[in-house]
């Protein structure tokens, strides 16, 4: 069964830091990897998607990677800016059932 | 593509009662996904379909919960006999199966809180 484990749970930055969330997954079969956003009491928007091929995406200013054999993805987000606060998920796809499984999230603050 | 619609937004009950949730997914995505989200956590699987097969189920649908999508497009979340616990947001997500490539969207999500 694969479990998503998302380090750090809470992150404080000035505006203009780089900065990098972490995700670990168990099960390094896995199809697929998927970065969202959470803004509080919306739901999910799609940021990056991971294929098990690919070492990494790039959206803006956002950069997300897979290292499969160490069960890792990161999502660099460059400059960050306060329209940046939100919650960050990950989600694994693996085995053969299609189902996403959810990290719990890094919270993300960015103060001017 | 209008993406996915969940209606009600925001769902205010009384334990005890029954509650109909609805999602529409993006019309050619022929998966639907349920989870479940509690305050501070990822958000958790319910259940999904196949078009109009329910492939499979979590433990934590109990008997209580019911989904349905009776011809392959919306799909409907029932909760009966609401319990305090059963306050959540329930977060439904579609995606065009048969390949693995693709991502998921979700909708916003509906807010239950039971009194």
């Known amino acids: 069964k694969q479990e998503v484990t998302q380090i750090p749970a809470a992150l404080s930055v000035p505006e203009g830091e780089n900065l990098v969330l972490n995700c670990s997954f168990t099960d390094s079969a896995i199809y697929n990897l998927q970065w969202f956003r959470q803004d509080p009491g919306k739901g999910l928007t799609s940021l990056l998607l991971?294929?098990?091929?690919?070492r990494e995406q790039t959206s803006g200013r956002l950069n997300a990677s897979l290292d499969k054999s160490s069960g890792r993805s990161t999502l660099y987000i460059a400059a960050s800016q306060p329209g940046d606060s939100a919650t960050y998920l990950c989600?694994?796809?693996?085995?053969?059932?299609?189902?996403?499984?959810f990290g719990r999230g890094t919270s993300l603050i960015v103060h001017p | 593509d209008t993406g996915v619609s969940q209606d009600p937004r925001h769902k205010i009950t009384k334990r005890g009662q029954n509650v109909t949730f609805r999602c529409d997914p993006i019309?050619?995505?022929?998966?639907l996904y349920w989870y479940r989200q509690t305050l501070g956590q990822g958000p958790e699987f319910l259940t999904y379909f196949q078009n109009e097969a329910q492939l499979e189920k979590s433990r934590l649908l109990s008997d209580r919960f019911s989904a349905e999508r009776p011809k392959g497009s919306f799909s409907t979340l029932e909760i009966q006999r609401t319990e305090q616990g059963d306050s959540a947001m329930y977060l439904c997500a579609s995606v065009k199966g048969g390949q693995r490539n693709y991502g998921y969207t979700f909708g916003s999500g509906t807010r239950l809180t039971v009194v």
């Open positions: 991971i294929q098990s091929s690919q």
């Open positions: 019309s050619e995505h022929n998966r």
């Open positions: 989600a694994g796809v693996s085995g053969g059932s299609y189902i996403p499984t």
